[in-house]
């Protein structure tokens, strides 16, 4: 809770959140001040003593303050004044006009205000921590040849560790041996598996689907992926939206004018009339003016809504990050590694008549075979099995020459080699903002491969939804014209910008926000700047990819673009729950302080009256956990397959 409602702080590492209702501290006692109350009432009903009932009011009083009175004390001991202080005040003032019951029924009902708001925030401070839970509790190392079962915590940088069918990965790490399908739906949101082998990286929590595997550990278990984000997301919690710093802005003075209102009313009441009304009157005036309803509504919406957000394999960064998600009103992309995979493919192949695409591939599969540069990993990832040429030497800027039965290869960009009859064929593939490379047999050219970075599966739906939103949506990119713009016409964006220097990025952004509130969306790497420019920055793909959650406000964690719009959505849902929390907080104090001080509404019916309306806001706030998850993103290796069987060629 905020300051200004003078709630405790959120549990130390080490204490136990609670995970049932019941198992609430604050809710636990004012059980007990309820049942004493009903007593005290029955009691009344039957006949009992009034040294009795008196007795059973003031139990239940001592009871239901103690989950506030004390906390409250130790905030005026460092200057601060709260509403809890209203509250102690109030129930002082109440047991002075021997009005025991009402202070009691002040204490109870307030009692379960605090232990509702301490229940929601341990629902999401528990769903944080169940990411660690996603770890095993042990793993099979390899040491010196003999496999051994240990703890995770025992797990060290370069150990060799074996997951079996069904098991959890205990750490991140790269596969060393074995391919399978992981699951990592509770890490990313994704629900479709995710295909690895050796040299993937895998992460801790995700699910071996078939295959033995080998993984060399390559972070400890404290400082894994799910562990930094467990403890990024309760750092930045603290961060504070600026809704909540305007509740905290009209709560906090709010508290000490209210006091001062209320002494002015009791002392002028009482020099004008009734001294006992007049003070019973201020004292009901200090609770219906308690700011804990509006303290409480944006931090428990908050916390719902990035509790739900994490589920979706969205990561925010406390209040101020969803709050801005929920405004922005225009998105600028970063093309390569957002739009696309950053993962080049081949998606066409010409060739000279009398030699079929698959030899064009063959052969230019034959000079890359040890080669490390993406287009040679695009080439051979097209074909089944790459025999080595002979002689390979790379040309600088050029590209590379090689013998491959007994024939002279060259594979290189156009103007090195020739197009000659393929010259049409080339300029086509560059229009479709490809890299071409021609192939060339005895000095002969006989084929071109066409390699381009492809548009994510999903990236057209993702930007006419946002489009269809209503947002302004621009394409950022250091790559050339000619391939940003083919790629832009393929996803429907119209506002492109190419050929641009992270700076460069960074200083469009700025242009953008002068009338838009404006957020980036990028890889984290080259578009730092852009991200910590933007007013908000969202990171895509960020795994294990420190610079990428450490400069964005947002990240992404998995590779479906879908993510995007439905992360705005969820924000801006969250954004006009906080809204309503607000407008009903101030609405609540606007009507009761009138009521109060006119005598309309004694306390009793002022402390049920505001109770239950914090009641209502707590609930309206849990409402922003609510989230529905992704259908199964579509496939990017059936368009790629699609593309190379047109062509005539063989993908692998």
Request: glycine letters at 10%.
């Amino acid at each position: 809770m905020s300051d200004a409602c003078g709630c405790s702080a959120p549990p130390v590492d080490g204490e136990e959140a609670p995970e049932r209702l019941w198992q609430v501290r604050e809710l636990q006692f004012a059980l007990v001040s309820g049942v004493l109350l009903l007593a005290a009432v029955i009691g009344g009903w039957v006949g009992l003593s009034r040294q009795v009932t008196v007795g059973l009011e003031v139990v239940a009083l001592l009871v239901g303050a103690y989950t506030f009175v004390p906390s409250t004390l130790r905030q005026l001991v460092r200057g601060k004044i709260g509403v809890g202080t209203l509250m102690t005040v109030a129930a002082v003032g109440a047991v002075i006009l021997g009005e025991v019951g009402e202070a009691a029924m002040l204490a109870f009902l307030f009692s379960v205000s605090e232990g509702l708001e301490e229940y929601s925030l341990a629902r999401t401070r528990r769903g944080l921590r169940a990411l660690l839970a996603l770890v095993p509790d042990t793993a099979t190392v390899v040491r010196d040849g003999v496999e051994s079962v240990v703890a995770p915590a025992d797990l060290q940088v370069g150990d060799l560790i074996v997951v079996k069918p069904g098991e959890r990965v205990a750490t991140d790490g790269v596969i060393q041996q074995g391919r399978t399908a992981l699951d990592v739906s509770a890490i990313t949101g994704e629900s479709v598996p995710v295909e690895a082998g050796a040299g993937d990286v895998v992460f801790a929590g995700a699910i071996n689907g078939t295959g033995v595997l080998q993984v060399q550990v390559t972070t400890t278990a404290a400082d894994n992926s799910l562990a930094r984000i467990v403890r990024i997301v309760e750092a930045e919690q603290s961060r504070k939206g600026a809704s909540q710093r305007l509740a905290d802005r009209i709560a906090k003075p709010l508290v000490p004018a209210v006091m001062v209102a209320a002494a002015v009313i009791a002392v002028v009441g009482s020099l004008l009339g009734d001294p006992a009304t007049w003070i019973e009157r201020a004292l009901v005036v200090l609770v219906a003016a308690s700011p804990c309803a509006l303290a409480i509504s944006v931090p428990v919406t908050v916390v719902a809504a990035v509790g739900a957000a994490s589920r979706l394999g969205v990561l925010v960064k406390g209040g101020a990050a969803l709050e801005v998600l929920g405004k922005v009103n225009a998105v600028a992309l970063d093309k390569t590694g957002t739009l696309t995979a950053n993962r080049p493919r081949v998606i066409d192949v010409a060739a000279v008549e009398g030699v079929t695409p698959q030899r064009v591939l063959q052969l230019a599969a034959a000079l890359e075979a040890r080669s490390e540069h993406p287009l040679a990993q695009a080439i051979l990832a097209a074909v089944d099995h790459a025999e080595p040429a002979a002689d390979v030497e790379a040309v600088t800027g050029a590209g590379l020459t090689g013998h491959y039965d007994g024939q002279v290869l060259r594979l290189g960009r156009p103007g090195w080699v020739e197009a000659g009859p393929l010259a049409s064929d080339v300029e086509r593939m560059q229009q479709a903002g490809a890299t071409a490379v021609l192939v060339e047999v005895d000095g002969q050219t006989v084929g071109a491969v066409a390699v381009r970075d492809e548009l994510r599966p999903e990236a057209r739906e993702v930007v006419e939804d946002l489009r269809g939103s209503g947002y302004q949506v621009a394409m950022l990119t250091g790559d050339n014209h000619t391939t940003a713009a083919a790629l832009a016409a393929e996803v429907g964006i119209t506002d492109v910008h190419a050929e641009l220097r992270p700076e460069d990025k960074a200083g469009l952004i700025r242009q953008l926000r002068e009338h838009r509130c404006a957020a980036m969306v990028g890889d984290g790497v080259n578009d730092a700047p852009a991200l910590a420019t933007a007013d908000l920055g969202i990171a895509m793909g960020a795994m294990g990819t420190d610079v990428a959650i450490e400069t964005a406000d947002v990240a992404l964690m998995g590779e479906d673009l879908r993510h995007l719009p439905q992360a705005f959505k969820h924000a801006r849902r969250a954004r006009r729950i906080m809204l309503q929390n607000v407008g009903l907080s101030l609405a609540l104090i606007a009507v009761l302080i009138p009521l109060a001080l006119l005598g309309v509404l004694g306390l009793a019916a002022v402390v049920l009256v505001h109770e239950l309306a914090e009641v209502v806001v707590i609930a309206n706030g849990v409402r922003a956990g609510r989230v529905r998850a992704l259908t199964a993103a579509p496939s990017g290796d059936r368009a790629t397959s699609a593309a190379l069987t047109a062509s005539g060629a063989a993908p692998s």
